[in-house]
C-alpha cells in the first residue's frame, strides 16, 4: 500500500494518498486477513491507514464479501464495500475491482465508470463522514475448482488542494503636484502635493527635494524645498501644502521629483504664469460752467496689465459748494466722496464712470479721483472746471385802473428782479410817458425826473443774485386817448436794455 503523502508549503496542507490493497476471499485455507462469516459468506478487509490493527481503527475500510461455495454453472453476487469512517470529507475517492479469470461478469451494480476486460473502476468523488459505497458483481464460474477472489482492489483519494500564495509584493510611488496655471503676482502660489503608495508593499524612506528657479522662493523666502516622509504604507496617501512666491510677471516651469528606498524615483512637472493688472485712468470735466449747472465727471478706468484686476474700486472727491445729482454704475455719493466697487476688470477692458454734480456758487471747482484694484498700482487724476456767474435782469410792468377817466391819476408799478448769479450793477430806469399823460409823482430806491421828455431814474448801484427793486410812477390823464406807458432797464454789464411797455386807456 503507498504510503499518504503529505506537504506543507508555506502553510498549504497538500494531501494524498493511494491504497492498493491485496484482498484474499477466504475458502479456509487462505492468506491474509480473512474472516468466516457465519451466514455462509468469507469477508476480508483492509484499512487507511495500514497502522490500524482493527476495523475500528480505520478512517477508510475497504471490505469484500463472497459467497462460501456455490455449484458449477450457477450465478451468484458477490460484494464490495467502502466506508469513509473519519470524520472529516475524503475528496476524488475512486475504486478498482479486479475480477479474477475464471468468473464470468453478467452484471454490475452500480454500472463501473470505466470496464476494461476484467478491470472495473467506480469514481466516487467526495465521500462525506460515515458515507458507505457498496458494489455488487454478479457472475458463474467458468468451471470446476475455485474462484479465487484475490485481485488487486484499488482504492485512491486525495483532499482538495489548500493553497496559500506567497505573494510577491512590491511597492509603488504616486507622486502628484497640483498648482494653478495662473497666478497674481504678489498672491502666493499654493501647491498640493500628493505622495500615494498604490503598491502592496511599504515605501521606506520617501522624501523630496528641489531648488527652486531664479526668482521664486518659498512663502518663507527660502530657495530650498525638502520634504521627509518617511514610510508610506499601502494605500497610504500623505499629503503636504507649500506656498510659493514670484518676484515678477513671467511662466516657471519647475519639475519636482519625490523618491525612496529601491531606486524609487517619480518627476512630475508643472507651470505656472505670474501676471499682473495695470491700471489706466482718464478723467474729464468741462472747462467753464454757471452757477446753476451741472458739472459731469468721466472716469475712463481701463486694465492694460496681463491678468485680471480684482475688487476694482474708484473715487471721485466732490469740490465744495457743489450738490450731488447722481452716478451710474452703482455709485453712492458719501462724505464728500462718489465711490464705485466694480467686481473685476479683465485684461483690455475698461468701464466709464460718470458723475454729475451741480455748482452752487461761482468758483474754481476742482475734483481728483483714483482708481485701485488688488495688486494693481494706484492711479489719480485731477479735474478743474471754472464757474461762473450771469446777471439775468428780469422786469415786470403793470398798471392799477385802467381805463382811467380824464383828469384821474393812473398808477405804474415796475419790478425789477436779478435772477441771475451775479450782482447786476448801476442798474437804469427809465421811463417814456406817451402823451396826454403827465407825471405826478415817483417812489422806489431812487429818485426820478423829466429830462428831455422821458422820467430817468438815478442808478441803482447794485442789485444781488435773487433780488427785487420796485418803482411806481403815477400819472395823471390829461385827454382821452389810448396810451402806451414804457420803461426801459439796463445795467453796467448788460449788453442790452430790458424794454416792457404798458397800454392804458383815457376816456371822458
Known amino acids: 500500500m503507498k504510503q499518504l503523502l503529505r506537504y506543507l508549503v508555506s502553510g498549504t496542507f497538500v494531501a494524498a494518498a493511494l491504497i492498493s490493497t491485496q484482498v484474499f476471499a477466504q475458502n479456509g485455507n487462505g492468506n491474509g486477513d480473512a474472516d468466516e462469516s457465519p451466514t455462509g459468506y468469507n469477508t ?46 475524503i475528496d476524488s475517492v475512486s475504486l478498482t475491482e479486479n475480477v479474477p479469470d475464471n468468473f464470468r461478469i453478467t452484471g454490475v451494480i452500480p454500472e463501473p465508470d470505466k470496464q476494461d476486460n476484467d478491470k472495473l473502476r467506480w469514481n466516487l468523488g467526495i465521500m462525506a463522514p460515515g458515507q458507505e459505497e457498496t ?61 500615494q503608495n498604490v503598491g502592496n508593499a511599504d515605501v521606506i524612506d520617501a522624501s523630496m527635494k528641489h531648488t527652486l528657479s531664479d ?66 485712468l482718464s478723467a474729464s470735466a468741462p472747462d467753464m460752467r454757471y452757477v446753476g449747472n451741472k458739472i459731469t465727471y468721466t472716469l475712463d478706468v ?3 496689465g496681463t491678468g485680471v484686476a480684482k475688487d476694482v474700486r474708484a473715487e471721485l472727491d466732490v469740490p465744495a459748494n457743489t450738490t450731488f445729482q447722481s452716478a451710474n454704475e452703482g455709485g453712492e455719493f458719501e462724505n464728500g466722496k462718489v465711490k464705485w466697487q466694480l467686481t473685476s476688470l479683465g485684461t483690455g477692458n475698461s468701464r466709464e464712470l460718470r458723475a454729475e454734480v451741480m455748482a452752487d456758487k461761482i468758483m474754481t471747482a476742482q475734483a481728483s479721483a483714483r482708481v485701485n484694484a488688488h495688486a494693481a498700482q494706484v492711479k489719480t487724476a485731477t479735474m478743474t472746471t471754472n464757474v461762473k456767474g450771469i446777471r439775468a435782469l428780469l422786469m415786470n410792468l403793470s398798471d392799477v385802473n385802467d381805463p382811467v377817466l380824464v383828469g384821474k391819476t393812473e398808477t405804474y408799478t415796475i419790478q425789477v ?81 430790458v424794454e416792457r411797455n404798458e397800454s392804458t386807456t383815457f376816456y371822458e
Request: charged share 30%.
Open 44 to 89: 476480508s478487509w483492509r484499512a487507511y491507514p495500514q497502522t490500524a490493527e482493527t476495523k475500528a481503527d480505520a478512517k477508510l475500510l475497504l471490505t469484500r464479501k463472497v459467497p462460501t461455495a456455490v455449484r458449477p454453472q450457477d450465478t451468484y453476487t458477490y460484494e464490495v464495500h467502502l466506508k469513509n469512517r473519519s470524520n472529516y470529507q
Open 135 to 195: 458494489m455488487r458483481i454478479t457472475g458463474t464460474p467458468t468451471g470446476a475448482g475455485e474462484v479465487r477472489h484475490a485481485g488487486n482492489a484499488d482504492v485512491g483519494f486525495q483532499f482538495d488542494r489548500m493553497d496559500v500564495v506567497t505573494a510577491i509584493v512590491a511597492p509603488e510611488l504616486q507622486f502628484t503636484v497640483q498648482a494653478p496655471e495662473k497666478r497674481i503676482l504678489g498672491d502666493g502660489i499654493p501647491l498640493t502635493l500628493r505622495f
Open 215 to 280: 526668482g521664486l522662493t518659498t512663502g518663507a523666502g527660502e530657495s530650498e524645498i525638502s520634504l521627509d516622509l518617511g514610510t508610506i504604507e499601502p494605500e497610504e496617501t500623505k499629503v503636504r501644502e507649500i506656498e510659493l512666491r514670484a518676484e515678477d510677471t513671467d511662466t516657471y516651469s519647475e519639475t519636482f521629483t519625490a523618491q525612496a528606498n529601491e531606486n524609487i524615483s517619480e518627476s512630475k512637472t508643472f507651470k505656472v504664469e505670474v501676471v499682473k493688472p495695470a491700471l489706466n
Open 302 to 304: 481701463s486694465n492694460n
Open 417 to 497: 428782479q436779478n435772477q441771475g448769479s451775479l450782482p447786476a450793477e448801476g442798474v437804469k430806469l427809465r421811463c417814456i410817458l406817451q402823451r396826454p399823460m403827465e407825471l405826478d409823482t415817483t417812489s422806489g430806491p431812487t429818485e426820478g425826473e423829466m429830462k428831455d421828455g422821458e422820467l430817468v431814474f438815478e442808478p441803482l448801484d447794485t442789485l444781488a443774485p435773487g433780488k427785487t427793486a420796485q418803482w411806481k410812477v403815477k400819472v395823471k390823464a390829461l385827454d382821452k386817448s389810448d396810451v402806451r406807458f414804457k420803461a426801459v432797464v439796463t445795467s453796467k454789464y448788460t449788453e442790452e436794455p
